[in-house]
């Protein structure tokens, strides 16, 4: 059985992708986090989603959620 993953945007660094993620308080278990070329790519479990109001400053982020 697989996770269903949403895509939460692109990232100019690991570390700002990081960044978002603890200042959501997601559990590192719930997402991925993917060098893609000179972009990084995160990945939120759905189940994670569906419980939580996700902040969004918009800080290192490149593009997703609105």
Request: proline share 2%; no cysteine.
């Amino acid at each position: 059985m697989g996770w269903e993953f949403e895509q939460a945007g692109k990232f100019g660094s690991e570390r700002a992708a990081d960044d978002y993620v603890r200042r959501n308080n997601l559990d590192p278990r719930d997402v991925q986090i993917t060098r893609k070329g000179e972009e990084v790519e995160l990945n939120i479990r759905r189940s994670a989603l569906d419980r939580r109001g996700l902040r969004d400053s918009h800080e290192g982020r490149r593009d997703g959620w609105n």
